[in-house]
């Protein structure tokens, strides 16, 4: 799947369609913290707020990054499980300095 089709799923999604794995919600428990979010304002966040990156890391698999701070992101990694009806199941998430997705020098990305 393309990150152009998955962006539309990810659009029309409710929580329903989420699946928290295990490994996912131990990940949360052990990272909790002030700017950490838990299971619930994390199903808020992809239901809710505007992505500011993503990336196709394999067949079916997406990191996506939501701005916390100025300094953080939350990256959530999605798998699909399944299209009909659509499952997505969440894999793991972190907190990610927000820099690693900016570029260095501040420049603009021109269109020309």
Do not use: W
């Not at 009909?84 to 927000?98: G, Q, R, S, W, Y």
């Amino acid at each position: 799947m393309d990150v152009g089709t998955f962006l539309n799923y990810l659009s029309g999604i409710e929580a329903d369609n989420l699946r928290a794995t295990y490994h996912f919600q131990e990940r949360i428990s052990e990272r909790k913290s002030e700017i950490h979010p838990d299971l619930n304002k994390i199903y808020h966040i992809i239901l809710k707020e505007q992505l500011v990156g993503i990336l196709k890391q394999e067949e079916g698999k997406f990191k996506l990054y939501y701005e916390r701070t100025e300094n953080h992101d939350l990256v959530i990694i999605i798998s699909i499980k399944g299209t009909n009806p659509l499952i997505l199941n969440l894999v793991t998430c972190f907190l990610e300095d927000a820099k690693k997705r900016r570029r260095p020098d501040g420049a603009e990305i021109s269109g020309n």
